[in-house]
Structure formats: C-alpha cells, structure tokens
C-alpha cells in the first residue's frame, strides 16, 4: 500500500468539505487503509479484555495522515466524519457477513452474537438500527450524523460538538431525543414492546 | 412524515423531556389539544426514552476493532470465500468446512503439486503474537513427531491479501470423514470404538511426550480415514482461543468467561475437562478427560454430560456422574465402565495419569475381550508396530525442529520509523532455488554480522541465533519477530554470467516496511571484495554515523585467507552445542584455519576457548588441558590485542584455572570495553559475577546478555543457575520450565531445576527432572529403568546412590569430574568421601570448586576446617 501523503489528505478534505463528492471516495481508501493497519496493531498489541477505543483510533489515523503539527480543526472536524461513516459501513457490512454465515447452515458454525456481545447489540440489531438510522436521516439529518458520530465513531459529546458545530447542551438534548426516536423505531417490530 | 409534522413532534418531546416526567402528561394534553395521534406519537417516544438510558451509549468499539482487524480488504467485506482465488501459491477448490477455529478448504499446492487442506485462522486467533508463535511451534513440534496419527502438517505462515496477512495451515487432506460424521450413523461397535480410542490415545501418548497438550479433543478433530486409520487434528490449536488461565481457586465462573470470550462454542464445552471449565490449565490428564468423553459416547450413542444450555452441560462436567452405559452396549464389560470412569473423574489424580497407563488398560481389556480377527484388529497390529517404531526417529526429529526453532516469547515492539537498534542479518540465501554456493553464503554472512556486531548503536544477533534461517523460503519477517529485533536484513544472491548480482533488503520488523534496498553486481572471483562492497552498502543504508574507530572496525580484516575464515566459522558454530564431538571437531577446524593463515588471531582465541570447553564439559582434567588454552590465549592477543573475545577467555582461564580473581575481572571489563554488543562477552562476565556471589549485578548483566541473544538456550538457561545460586529457589523453578518448555529435549535445561527442588527437600519433582534430563540425554532404557527401581526402592537417596556406584564404575575407565561425585557423596551424608573427593576436585582445578563459598549443597560444611582450608586454597574467602 502506498503511504498517501499528508498534503494530498488535506487537500481532499478540503477539497470535500467544498462540495467535491469525488474526493470522498478517493479519501476512503486512504482513511480505511490507516485504520486497517492500526487496528491491527492494537489488536495485537491489547491484552484480553481490553477493547480498543474507536475514538482514539481515529484520532489516531487522523494524526498520522495528516502529519500536521498545526491542526486544523476544521480537517479534523471532516475527517471524523468520514472515519465515522466508514466506520458505520465496516460494521454493517460485517454484521451483515456474519448473518450470512449464520443462515449458511449446519456445517458454518460461526460464533457470532459472542463478538457482538461485547457492544451490547447484536449483529442482528446493527442491522435493524442501521435501517432506523436511514430513516430517521431523512426526517433529520443533523440527528443521524450525531448517532453516527457517536455510536460508529466512538466520539464523545464534546467531540461531536466539536464536529457538528453545535453547543455541548444541543448535542445532549438532540442525542437524547435521537435514542429515543430510534429506540421507539427498534421496538415497533417487536409485538411484547409496548 | 411531512416536515412540518415532524418538527412539531422534536419540539414537543423536547419540551416533555424538559418537564418532571409527572408534569408532562399534564403539559401533552394541553399541547396536543385536539390532536390525539400526535399526543400518542410524544408519549411512546417519551416511553422510549424511559427505557434508553443505556441504550447505544457504548460505541461499536470493540466490534470496530475486530471488523477493521479481520478483513483483510474492504472487498473481502462481500467475499467471504476464497473458493476460485488463488492465494499465495495455493489454489482455493472447495470450502471443506468452516467453524469457530476458522475456514478449511481443499487447496492446490501449485508448487508442489498436490492437494492440501488449507486452514485459515480468524483474524482474532493471531492478534497475539506471542501465542501465534507458540502455537506455532507447537504444531511443528507435533508433525515432526511423524506418528501415524497425528495429522501432517506441511506449511505454517501467512498469506499476503490485498490490505493484510491472514494466518494459515496446510495440511495433508485425508480422504475419510470426521469422527463426528461416523457417529451420526449412530454408535460404534466395541471393537471398532476400542481401537479408533487406541488410535488417538497414541498420538496422545506421543504428543504428551513431547510436552504438547492438545486441550479440544472432539469428535470434530478426529478424521478417520477410508481404510479405517485415524489422524488426530489441530494439536494445541485450542490454545489460540482460551482465555488467560485462571489461578486454581479462580471465582471467575466459566460462564462469565464463556460469555465474553468469542468463538466458546457448544459443541466443545461437552467434552471439556472440569479443569478446563473451570478456567484452569490443561494437562495431559485433561486429554485423557476428553478421550473418555469420546469413548464413552462412541459405545452408547449419545454424551455422558448433557444439558439443555451450555451453562447446564457445564455444571454436569463439574459435577454430575456419568450414566452408565446402556443395554444396547451390553458387550461393555464391568471393566470397560471402570476404564471410562476412571477418564472421566473429576480430579485429575483420580484419573490415568498418562497416555500409557490408558493404553495398557485398553490393550488388556482388547485381549480379555477377544478381539475378533477382523481388519480392524489387523490395523491395531499395524498401529502397535509404527507405536513401537516411533520414538527414536521422533526424538531425534524432535530435536531438529527444536535446533531450527528456537523461540524465545515474542514481545511485540514498536520502532520509531529510523530508529534501527537491533538486526538480524539473515544468512544469505539465492534468489532462485537451485545449487548453493555454501562457502559464499556462510563468508559473507558471518563477515557481516561479525563487522556490524562491533558498532556501538546497533545489536546484531550472532550467527549461532541465525543460522537456522539459511532455508530458501525463509520467512524474513517471521525470523525477525523470533529474534525481537528491529529490522532484518534479508540478502538474496544470484549468478549472472561470470558477476554475482546480490538484493539487499532491510525490513522493519514491526509492520514488514522496506526501509532500504538496493542491488550490488561483483565478479565472482574475489571474496573479499564482495564482503567489503556488501559492509559499505549496507552500512550506507542502515544510514549510521560512525566515528573513525569504528569506520576502521568495519574495514577490519581477521584473515587474509577466505578459506581459513570459513573454516573458524564453522568451529564457531559447533562450539554452540557444547556437546565433546562438537567441541573436537571445531578444535580441528580451528587448528586448520590457523595452518592457512598463522596470523588469525580470532582462531586461536576461539581455540583456547575449545579447549577450555572440552574440561568445563568434563573430558580431561582442566590441568592437561589449561597450557594449551593458555598458549592459544597469548597468541591471540599477541597478534590482535583488541579482541574482545580473546580478553573475555583469558578471563575465563584466570578466574576458573589461576584463581586469580582481581585479574579475571580486569580481563572481562577490558573485553567489555572493547565489544559492549556481544552477548557473549556479556555472558561471561554474568558468569565470573554469580561465581563471585555479586547475585544483584549478575542479573542485569545476563539479562542484558539474553536483550542481546533472546534465542540463546545457554544464556536462558544461566538465568537459572544465578537465581539457584542467589537462593531463589522458586524463581530458578520458574526460569528452568520456561528454557525446558522450549528446549525441552535439551538435558542441560534441567540441570537447575534439579537442584532447586533437591534444595526445596521436594524428592518426588527432583526425581521427575532427573528423569526427564536422562532422557533428553537420550539415556538407554536400561538405564531409565535403573534409575526408576532405584527411586522406587530407596527413593531420591536409592536414586543417588545407585548413580554414584554408576560414575564410579565409569570413572574406571575414563576421567570423570571429582565435584558431581564430592556432592553425591555429601548428599549420602558420607562426608569423609565428600571431602576426599572436593580435594581431588581443587588438586584438579576443576571448574566446579569456584562455586564453593554459594553452592548451597555445602552449607553444613562450611564450619569444618577441613573445608575451609579448601575453600581458602582455592583463594576464596570462606
């Protein structure tokens, strides 16, 4: 793989954050690339028990492409948000994997709510939640992004604020209502949910 | 929904949330007045909110790893088989099974021409690198076993895929169906079950040996063939998905475990041992759990610990009973019951305690019952003669794969990307397989490492550590991460015409990045010239600032005569194993290489150190042997005064045969002056420093000796012998078990692990180490058997006063050291024997009498004049 270089990031966020759809599908390589190697290496280097933050993951692969001492954080703003759509895609393409691989049958033994376990959501429910989450964007976009950002990018309030431009208390406050929103969406299939 | 509408909806179940959950219902009905569908829409979303206060507050975090981790390209997202690809130089052909070890298919080598079963490991199985490498060589270490059971293993490594490396094994394919697959056809016949049961506990009983465990025996893992033979799969590769072993009083429930820990899966939990559920370390015995769980159900048919739920499967192996074996197996004898009762106890103490034990008890029951002569009892015959055939190819088998596997634990570190501390200069190796031009790829191999070992800022592993890696598709970054360093340097060669075109690669270890490469043409012709171009391009690209003493250093020259220089590299290499034939030969080597070139001091140093060896190791009295290590001493340094390995042995021959302590010290400080990187001018100062009792600097500085050789048995092992000395008894336990579990067929590895738990006063594990050292040794069975009625009658002191009338009977025909019998003597408590032979021991100069004042053997000595009389001629202070 080759190294992309810094200025050549910058320049597609830039180039992204002006409307250029295009750069984002040739930042993607890159971004996956990075968090590809370094999930690796956390992987390897965490003991049992451990989980690897999404956020400091990021974080960074945003560092190391950037490779600026100065940070700009209207880069960094974008990159979080291309790092967390990604995300959200790696994940439901995974779960999506592993319910394939479930149906596959006697002879795949798969383990898979095990893994999902571990995040409390199953890879069943990724799925569903995925679906709410395009739903509730086409109500909402602000909201979505902020769950995106949140529940795939590993960010926190204050990141996500940071991210989105908005103040701590509205991150809170849409936060909530967007659990709720898409908790209520979840349940409306289950029949014994009120 | 309209956007109007919705808008309506966010702004009121915001204003709700901002209200006492008591005054909201109040607040809905005034604001919806009217509107009832939109006050049910606030209010479910207003329940909803009452339910999620966890809801998705966790990140997908660990998932994210997992799913970033494990596939190994975006693409392979919606690909998740590799049927039809090719992948390295295997063609995928069919998806044979997959599970939560991973994927198998059936596989095209294309190289080789034949079909393998290719094993793919889950991301999650290799993120552990130390375990990988553990598994690793375990499996090696079983395939070289060569039993007829236990599945061939062909290839171990890593395929490269677009954006990573996934593990692998390859493996013979065997044309037959898993036990599983048999037993679904229902329950086997006892002939047929005994001998498949006979079969496994074979490969058992010859994988024990060897220290490997298999921890999943399932019917899974068991493949039986068409003709009816078994191969027992996937030794050790459980140990990939355990989590860490819990302390034996552990509360950590397996549930709780089995819970967090992916990949636990149903199936297995039935024919796991209670130690094993309970979170504990496995042993052989935990095997032979498994097995009875597997004879048990091939007679009836069905598991004798059952449940609706894993947890209830579980608590049955903890505690239930097993049923006993029903009607339909009405041949199973009272015997049969009693040999599966007997696997299946839970304490291990009440089961067999080894592989043989059970196979004695089946084989009994076999002929009691009166096994029809049918094929299957043909193939018992069979499978009783490769059993009887096995074990001495094995061992020394064995031992191959140990010489080329030594693995030290893997600590995984990251390196600033041009900051380069320690190399591996792998051995030089052709391009394209082919013929190989030995005396080429061992010169300038040994010159490089020789020439880079004596810069300050660089580590450089010794040739004994690499040498192993000489195989032409030697892994480089495998070899790298064996030897925990920075980078490799990995040089190919290859002949064009009358030139010799060379590709240097340097290789960060870390993440396989290619930090330098470049190509070198030479003629052919000259050696030397070859040597010097590769130092220069190779010092340009490890980019190192050198001063002008060390630019000298790297030009330096030993030998005029390339001939001469492979030789002494080769005594070098023999010197390693320390065993008298090795010594002998490389004392000819040397004395050969010192014909062609008399200059060549680096011979005569290595001599003097030969013949030094050839006492330590017991030959010849040290006093025959001390003028000639001294007179090739003294001509080293006459020649070359800056040698450090030439100051290092006249140390060693001042402190062990002049006792002349002040002096030794000088001499190893001198050599440590000269080369702080060389784990062995490190290792022999460690030495002179535990001999002296100084315990708190011998341990830093031997340590510094491993950081500077992680592979080395000999500095692993004198680990142990300076914590036994420091009285840390438990502690040298500890290190001996960590050198034996890699070296375990080394008997040197027990050496201190004998004599801590004799100071321990625990007979039965000193006798145990005794045991397992005499037959690393490769005792006859005579002997083992000797030493085992002697135990078994008089206990560890039978033991010793049978070996002492051995060394004696010996001692008649050839020069055996006087201290290993002085301590037998002292350990009969024949104390007047002892003395007599510690004074022969200091009239000879044996080695051992340095160790007077801390071996802990002689502490009721120490008041006796006659002994402190030794002790200060030896120049020590009592």
């Known amino acids: 793989m080759t190294t992309p270089d810094s200025q050549e990031v910058s320049h597609l966020l830039a180039a992204w954050r002006a409307g250029d759809l295009t750069a984002l599908e040739r930042l993607t390589p890159l971004v996956y690339g990075e968090l590809h190697q370094l999930a690796h290496r956390y992987m390897r280097r965490e003991n049992d028990g451990h989980t690897l933050q999404t956020s400091a993951l990021v974080n960074e692969a945003f560092v190391r492409l950037i490779e600026q001492p100065q940070i700009n954080w209207q880069n960094r703003a974008h990159f979080f948000g291309v790092a967390a759509q990604m995300m959200r895609h790696i994940l439901l393409d995974y779960a999506r994997t592993r319910m394939r691989a479930k149906r596959g049958g006697g002879a795949l033994q798969v383990s898979l709510d095990e893994t999902a376990l571990v995040t409390g959501v199953r890879a069943a429910e990724l799925i569903a939640l995925d679906d709410a989450l395009n739903e509730l964007a086409t109500h909402d976009v602000r909201k979505s992004r902020l769950v995106e950002l949140r529940f795939f990018g590993g960010l926190s309030n204050e990141e996500v604020a940071e991210v989105l431009g908005m103040s701590l208390r509205s991150v809170e406050r849409e936060w909530r209502k967007a659990k709720a929103w898409l908790l209520h969406a979840l349940s409306k299939d289950e029949p014994h949910e009120a | ?878």
């Open chain 2, 1 to 878: 929904m309209k956007p109007e509408h919705w808008q309506q909806l966010d702004q009121l179940l915001e204003a709700a949330l901002e209200r006492p959950s008591a005054a909201r219902a109040a607040f809905l009905a005034e604001a919806c007045a009217g509107n009832e569908t939109l006050r049910q829409e606030v209010e479910s979303l207003l329940r909803a909110d009452a339910r999620a206060a966890s809801f998705i507050e966790t990140p997908a975090a660990a998932l994210a790893a997992e799913a970033l981790a494990q596939q190994p390209a975006w693409d392979a997202l919606t690909a998740p088989s590799w049927v039809g690809q090719r992948l390295g130089h295997y063609e995928m052909l069919a998806l044979l099974g997959a599970g939560g070890m991973g994927e198998v298919y059936l596989a095209q080598d294309v190289q080789l021409g034949r079909k393998v079963a290719l094993k793919l490991l889950p991301a999650r199985f290799t993120v552990e690198v130390e375990r990988v490498r553990r598994f690793e060589r375990e499996a090696r270490t079983v395939s070289a076993l060569n039993h007829p059971n236990i599945l061939t293993i062909y290839e171990i490594g890593t395929l490269a895929t677009e954006a990573g490396e996934t593990h692998f094994i390859a493996t013979e394919f065997i044309d037959g169906q898993t036990l599983r697959e048999r037993l679904h056809g229902g329950r086997l016949e006892l002939n047929e079950a005994l001998d498949l049961t006979l079969q496994i506990v074979g490969a058992l009983s010859v994988a024990h040996a060897a220290n490997i465990i298999h921890r999943d025996i399932k019917p899974e893992n068991v493949m039986v063939r068409r003709d009816g033979l078994v191969k027992v799969l996937d030794f050790g590769l459980a140990k990939l998905n355990e989590a860490p072993v819990l302390p034996a009083n552990s509360s950590v429930s397996t549930l709780e475990k089995l819970s967090t820990e992916p990949g636990a899966v149903m199936g297995t939990v039935a024919y796991m041992s209670p130690e094993q559920a309970r979170g504990q370390k496995a042993d052989a015995r935990s095997d032979l759990f498994s097995l009875g769980v597997l004879l048990f159900e091939m007679l009836a048919g069905q598991r004798p610990f059952a449940g609706a739920t894993t947890s209830d499967v579980i608590a049955a192996v903890l505690t239930a009973e097993p049923p006993p074996l029903r009607q339909p197996c009405a041949a199973a004898s009272a015997e049969l019951e009693q040999i599966i009762g007997k696997c299946l106890s839970k304490e291990r103490e009440a089961r067999y305690q080894s592989a043989e034990e059970l196979i004695v008890a089946l084989k009994a029951l076999q002929s009691g019952s009166q096994v029809e002569g049918t094929a299957t009892s043909r193939q018992l015959e069979t499978a009783k003669a490769r059993f009887a055939s096995w074990r001495w190819p094995a061992i020394a088998g064995l031992a191959a794969v140990l010489m080329a596997g030594l693995v030290w634990f893997l600590v995984w570190r990251r390196v600033p990307p041009d900051q380069i501390k320690s190399l591996a200069v792998l051995p030089l190796r052709p391009l394209q397989a082919g013929t190989r031009d030995e005396a080429l790829e061992l010169g300038t191999t040994s010159t490089l490492i020789t020439r880079l070992g004596s810069l300050r800022q660089l580590i450089v592993r010794p040739e004994s550590a690499v040498e192993k890696y000489a195989r032409a598709d030697q892994d480089p970054l495998a070899a790298g991460r064996e030897q925990k360093v920075d980078a490799v340097l990995d040089n190919r060669y290859q002949r064009v015409g009358d030139k010799l075109r060379f590709r240097l690669r340097l290789l960060r270890v870390a993440d396989g990045a290619t930090l330098w490469a470049d190509t070198l043409d030479q003629q052919t012709t000259d050696s030397f010239a070859i040597e010097d171009a590769l130092s220069a391009k190779v010092t340009g690209g490890l980019k190192l600032t050198l001063s002008e003493a060390e630019k000298e250093l790297l030009a330096k020259r030993y030998t005029k005569s390339a001939e001469a220089w492979q030789l002494y590299v080769r005594g070098r290499l023999l010197l390693h194993t320390r065993r008298i034939p090795d010594i002998e030969k490389a004392i000819t080597y040397f004395e050969q290489a010192i014909a062609l070139d008399p200059g060549f001091a680096l011979a005569y140093a290595k001599l003097g150190h030969a013949y030094a060896s050839l006492s330590w190791v017991g030959q010849a009295p040290p006093k025959e042997l001390a003028p000639k290590t001294k007179a090739a001493l003294d001509q080293a340094l006459k020649l070359d005064d800056q040698l450090a390995e030439a100051h290092a042995h006249l140390a060693e021959y001042k402190h062990y045969y002049e006792w002349d302590f002040a002096g030794a010290e000088l001499e190893h400080k001198c050599a440590l002056e000269l080369n702080p990187s060389s784990a062995d001018v490190r290792q022999a100062y460690a030495f002179y420093l535990t001999y002296m009792g100084r315990f708190e600097q011998a341990i830093p500085e031997i340590k510094k000796a491993e950081e500077l050789d992680p592979t080395s048995i000999w500095i692993s092992r004198n680990v142990a012998q300076t914590l036994y000395f420091a009285r840390r008894y438990d502690d040298a336990i500890e290190q001996s078990r960590r050198v034996i579990d890699l070296h375990p067929n080394s008997g040197p590895a027990y050496n201190w692990l004998i004599k801590a738990w004799e100071m321990k006063g625990d007979e039965q594990s000193a006798f145990a180490a005794y045991l397992k050292r005499a037959e690393a040794n490769r005792a006859s069975p005579d002997e083992l058997a000797g030493m085992k009625v002697a135990f078994a009658s008089g206990g560890l002191k039978g033991y010793r006063r049978w070996e002492l009338d051995r060394r004696l009977a010996r001692e008649k025909s050839r020069y055996v050291g006087h201290g290993d019998i002085a301590i037998f003597y002292a350990q009969l408590g024949e104390k007047e024997q002892a003395l007599a032979r510690l004074q022969r021991a200091v009239e000879d100069r044996t080695l051992y009498v340095v160790t007077l004042t801390i071996e802990p053997q002689w502490d009721s000595y120490r008041t006796d004049p006659r002994f402190v009389a030794l002790v200060r001629r030896v120049g020590l202070v009592p």
